[in-house]
């Protein structure tokens, strides 16, 4: 316990003390001190995982470990990066400062601060055993990442932090309200009391009130959606992961819409123990096939790289509803695609940074030659698309195919067609704009910007690291990651067709 308690504690005090450390310098250093101690206290984990009493409200199983890497690994990339964003920022502006004060109206210490009380936030929410908590925990990160949102403070970044505290705040209401109809299912069984402990909740599920079960998972899923990105409540995500600083942007796509989505998970945990599965999976086949519909409409005429991005999440947050919603070899495939996607998106937002700071700009239109003018950049660029997309050998092609296969060994072949046919239109789509942009003439609005200074290694080694980690678990899967990750999916299984199918896709995984 005293380790979970740790990786919440020290981003959390460390971002404190990054919004009252008067040294720029200092706060840099300390935010990448906080992020190295999370990924070691998150690297012990898998070596010694330990012991917690089934009444505990913090623990750490399987899924939440899954997720809480994600977040601890694309945390520390970012703090790499954002390490020279903030230099390159602080050049660029000159802003007297004080000594001995509370910077809150200095840019980069609200950066900073608000930066690892997210990543607490983060922790908090995988580490979160009781719906409660975790509720709390997800609200947390809206809290800290609006002011990210903000960071640059023009307009159009006022207006997606307000929509995005609008819409988002609207979904944590639902989802609150959503624990209130889970404590009243709860409050029939036979203890007696509505305890809302997830482990307590699976074990006695048979107990709990089916219909009021299902009225609470429907407000789970249109809640914890809207923060998730799922459609049609995806409209803040674009507005807010285009404004933002890239670095914000990269763990906005790679591990907030996660902890959003782990919410739904631990529902629908819940759901299938109780039986309640065929209510809860069909829901999450439809919420995730129109999210990928849509982000495929959204992309055939984007006009902005980053707003593209975002509407690629979009698409993947879909996918992973859809995995999980076919059940089986699905939720393995879904789960190792929430790893894949994080990774990959992470280092497209990254590398997109690279771009904007040497174009001045994000139109599509306007953005030529990548490749000879940042040579670096340039293959992250096109390799990240090719990731994104779900080209061989990357993961993302391991995990799509997983969930295609689930569908068709399930007999869903209309929803195999149509989940191939949209795969199709958003490769297009997102070749026509990416291609030019890396292969095509520079044309006079196609040039760099001067302020551009080469490809230092902060800003190209982060992005190089995370799609290396997408491309060798393309190629092959440790034996400790598969079994962390069929264990995590062992919690939607119910019986042994079930098993015997995710034991199956297993088999056709590199090894």
């Not at 609006?146 to 929509?163: D, G, M, N, Q, V």
């Not at 995990?399 to 297009?428: C, M, N, P, R, W």
Request: glycine residues 10%; charged residues 10%; hydrophobic residues 55%.
């Amino acid at each position: 316990m005293s380790v979970l308690l740790a990786l919440i504690l020290t981003p959390a005090l460390a971002g404190c003390a990054a919004l009252a450390w008067s040294s720029r310098g200092g706060r840099r250093g300390l935010l990448l001190l906080a992020a190295a101690a999370h990924l070691a206290l998150t690297g012990w984990l898998w070596w010694e995982r330990p012991a917690v009493s089934p009444q505990s409200w913090l623990g750490v199983d399987a899924l939440g470990l899954l997720f809480l890497t994600v977040a601890s690994v694309l945390f520390f990339a970012a703090a790499v990066y954002g390490w020279g964003y903030l230099r390159d920022e602080q050049q660029s502006q000159h802003v007297d400062i004080e000594e001995g004060f509370l910077f809150l109206n200095e840019p980069e210490a609200v950066f900073v601060g608000c930066l690892l009380l997210f990543l607490a936030s983060m922790t908090l929410v995988t580490l979160s055993q009781h719906f409660g908590l975790l509720w709390v925990g997800v609200e947390a990160t809206t809290l800290a990442t609006a002011p990210l949102i903000y960071f640059h403070r023009h307009h159009r970044s006022l207006e997606a932090t307000w929509k995005y505290l609008l819409i988002c705040s609207v979904g944590i209401a639902l989802a609150l309200l959503g624990n209130f109809l889970l404590a009243a299912a709860a409050a029939g069984a036979q203890t007696g009391h509505a305890s809302l402990i997830v482990p307590h909740l699976q074990q006695r599920a048979a107990d709990l009130n089916g219909p009021w079960l299902r009225v609470a998972f429907l407000f789970f899923l249109v809640g914890y959606g809207t923060k998730m990105g799922l459609a049609p409540l995806h409209t803040w995500l674009p507005d807010a992961h285009s404004e933002s600083p890239s670095p914000v942007s990269a763990l906005l796509s790679g591990a907030l819409l996660n902890c959003a989505f782990l919410g739904i998970l631990r529902l629908h945990q819940v759901c299938v123990a109780a039986g309640q599965g065929g209510f809860s999976q069909p829901l999450l086949i439809l919420f995730g096939l129109a999210s990928v519909l849509v982000a495929a409409v959204f992309l055939l005429r984007q006009a902005d790289f980053k707003r593209m991005l975002a509407y690629s999440s979009v698409e993947h947050m879909g996918i992973l509803a859809l995995g999980v919603g076919l059940g089986g070899a699905g939720v393995f495939g879904s789960l190792l695609h929430a790893v894949n996607h994080s990774l990959t998106k992470a280092a497209l937002f990254l590398v997109a940074g690279n771009i904007l700071a040497a174009y001045a700009t994000k139109s599509t239109r306007d953005v030529r030659g990548i490749r000879r003018a940042l040579p670096v950049t340039g293959v992250l660029w096109l390799a990240g698309f090719l990731a994104i997309t779900g080209s061989p050998p990357f993961g993302t092609f391991l995990s799509e195919f997983t969930i295609l296969k689930a569908a068709v060994d399930q007999q869903h072949y209309l929803v195999a067609v149509l989940y191939l046919v949209l795969l199709g239109l958003i490769f297009i789509a997102m070749a026509n704009l990416v291609l030019p942009m890396t292969q095509g003439e520079a044309t006079n609005r196609g040039q760099p910007h001067p302020r551009q200074r080469g490809e230092p290694l902060w800003s190209v080694a982060p992005a190089a690291v995370l799609l290396a980690l997408a491309l060798a678990l393309g190629l092959w899967i440790p034996a400790w990651f598969r079994s962390t990750l069929d264990e995590a999916a062992g919690g939607f299984r119910t019986d042994s067709a079930s098993a015997t199918a995710v034991a199956t896709a297993q088999e056709h995984l590199p090894r």
